[in-house]
């Protein structure tokens, strides 16, 4: 068995403020990190007013962008895509590759490998 270690963190965007005290903008978002086996990274982002919808996004092992799907992100997507279904609600899947691909996962029989998940929460 592998563990997939996670965090969740609160985060807020908020734009420039006008003279009527109104914002450009404010997006306010959990962002999900899951640190693979092989060190690479699926970051998941859910905003707060769309709770069932995740966008991912995927890095290496050197925090870099990853524009394609490597081998061990397929073997680990469906865990993470069920872990967030199951426990935090989501239902509508996304990836970012320079624009916004819905993803669509089907069981072709590959995916053996068992995943448990562990929280890593900050330290006090």
Known sequence: MYTINWSKEYHEDIGEEDENGLFDYVYQYV????????????????YTDA?????????DVHKKRQWR???ELWN???HVVD???VSQGVRQFSYF???????????DGRNQVDYSFAELTAEP
């Open 97 to 107: 590759n320079g624009d916004y691909v819905p993803l669509l996962l089907k069981d």
């Open 83 to 85: 872990f967030m279904t």
């Open 69 to 71: 799907i490597s081998e």
């Open 31 to 46: 962002s999900y990190c899951f640190h693979l086996p092989d060190k690479t990274t699926i970051r998941a982002r859910v």
């Open 51 to 59: 709770s069932d919808k995740c966008t991912f996004y995927f890095f």
């Open 76 to 78: 680990c997507l469906p």
